[in-house]
T-cell receptor
Framework: GQQVMQIPQYQHVQEGEDFTTYCNSS?????IQWYKQRPGGHPVFLIQ?????EVKKQKRLTFQFGEAKKNSSLHITATQTTDVGTYFC??????????FGDGTTLTVKP | NAGVMQNPRHLVRRRGQEARLRCSPM?????VYWYRQLPEEGLKFMVY????????ESGMPKERFSAEFPKEGPSILRIQQVVRGDSAAYFC?????????????FGPGTRLTVT
């Protein structure tokens, strides 16, 4: 079945440093979504990428979808303490089912 | 527009009891997904339902677990004869459609503790 791998599992950074999490699928995706879950909270939708090679930005967050539509990345520039949480990617195949990666948990030291 | 609602938020059950978790999707959403999350772990897909239909239950354990989404009322995830390993956070999410490019809106989750 479809597998979505996310690395790293954990990332500890100093406030102001950059952060990147990577998502790789075993199969070609129709789209990929990114979610953020704060500690003790529930996942909240951040963004969706659909086109091959697509790049989207939200303030300090940059999302990319690979040319082959099998991988994606989320990059945060100059992290802040409000960025702490777990970032999940969710890949959707043409069959319609979404598979979540195991997430990357980001901690930010002030 | 109220978001996805789940109740109870916290549920404590003794081993062998039944747990019933409820999920009311966002207004206008007819697709519901259930996920389980163990502490410090990711979201594991359990089941995907439309009204009165189970679309995909490939993530559901074969025994003791069942889910429904009736024509009227919330979606219910039922765990019979709970065991300690069932302790986890159970999230439901809803979307207006299963196809296409719709994000999932998550509820606050039910934290199940089995003693």
């Amino acid at each position: 079945g479809q597998q979505v791998m996310q690395i790293p599992q954990y990332q500890h950074v100093q406030e102001g440093e950059d952060f990147t999490t990577y998502c790789n699928s075993s199969t070609t995706l129709s789209n990929i979504q990114w979610y953020k879950q704060r500690p003790g909270g529930h996942p909240v939708f951040l963004i969706q990428l659909v086109k091959s090679g697509e790049v989207k930005k939200q303030k300090r967050l940059t999302f990319q979808f690979g040319e082959a539509k099998k991988n994606s990345s989320l990059h945060i520039t100059a992290t802040q303490t409000t960025d702490v949480g777990t970032y999940f990617c969710a890949g959707k195949t043409n069959a319609g089912k979404s598979t979540f990666g195991d997430g990357t948990t980001l901690t930010v030291k002030p | 527009n109220a978001g996805v609602m789940q109740n109870p938020r916290h549920l404590v059950r003794r081993r062998g009891q039944e747990a019933r978790l409820r999920c009311s999707p966002m207004k206008g959403h007819s697709h519901v997904y259930w996920y389980r999350q163990l502490p410090e772990e990711g979201l594991k897909f359990m089941v995907y339902l439309q009204k009165e239909n189970i679309i995909d239950e490939s993530g559901m354990p074969k025994e003791r677990f069942s889910a429904e989404f009736p024509k009227e009322g919330p979606s219910i995830l039922r765990i019979q004869q709970v065991v300690r390993g069932d302790s986890a956070a159970y999230f439901c999410a809803s979307s207006p459609s299963g196809q296409g490019f719709y994000e999932q809106y998550f509820g606050p989750g039910t934290r199940l503790t089995v003693t």
